[in-house]
C-alpha cells in the first residue's frame, strides 16, 4: 500500500487483455472505500433503579449489592473500559431485576395474609 495515498481515495485496477463484456465501455475499473462509523452508545449502570432497591425493598441486601455493581459500572465507564461497564451494569441489572421480584412477592404475600386474617375474624 502506498502511504502517501489517502485510504478513501479512488484506486484503478489493472485489467489483463479482458476488455469485458461486448457493448461495456473499457477503461480500468475503479474501486472506491466506505468508512462507516459505528458509534454505540454507553453502557447503562441502572443507578437510580438501583437506589430505588436499595432504599425500598432490599431483601437479602440485594439492593445493597446491585448498588455497588452500578457504582462500579459507573466508575468503569468514566474510566474508559466499556466492556468492565457493561459486565457490572449486567450484573446490577440481574440484581435488580430478582431483588424486585423479592420485594413485588413480599408485598403481595403481606396483603394475602392480612386480607385471610381480617375476613377470618369477621366470620
Given amino acids: 500500500m502506498n502511504p502517501s495515498r489517502h485510504p478513501a481515495e479512488a484506486v484503478p485496477l489493472q485489467t489483463g487483455g479482458y476488455d469485458g463484456p461486448p457493448g461495456q465501455p473499457g ?3 475503479v ?8 458509534t454505540t452508545e454507553p453502557p447503562k449502570d441502572h443507578i437510580i433503579w438501583s437506589l430505588c432497591c436499595f432504599v425500598y425493598s432490599n431483601p437479602f441486601c440485594l439492593g445493597l449489592a446491585a448498588l455497588i455493581f452500578s457504582i462500579k459500572a ?5 474510566a474508559g473500559d ?3 461497564a457493561r ?5 446490577a441489572r440481574i440484581l435488580n ?3 424486585s421480584i423479592l420485594a413485588a412477592v413480599g408485598v403481595l404475600l403481606f396483603i ?4 385471610v386474617t381480617v375476613a377470618g375474624h369477621r366470620y
Avoid at 31 to 38: A, I, L, P, S
Fill in 97 to 99: 431485576i430478582v431483588s
Fill in 27 to 29: 477503461g480500468p475499473t
Fill in 31 to 38: 474501486v472506491q472505500y466506505t468508512t462507516v462509523n459505528v
Fill in 82 to 84: 466499556l466492556e468492565g
Fill in 112 to 115: 394475602i395474609t392480612f386480607t
Fill in 74 to 78: 459507573r466508575d468503569r465507564r468514566v
Fill in 87 to 91: 459486565h457490572y451494569g449486567s450484573t
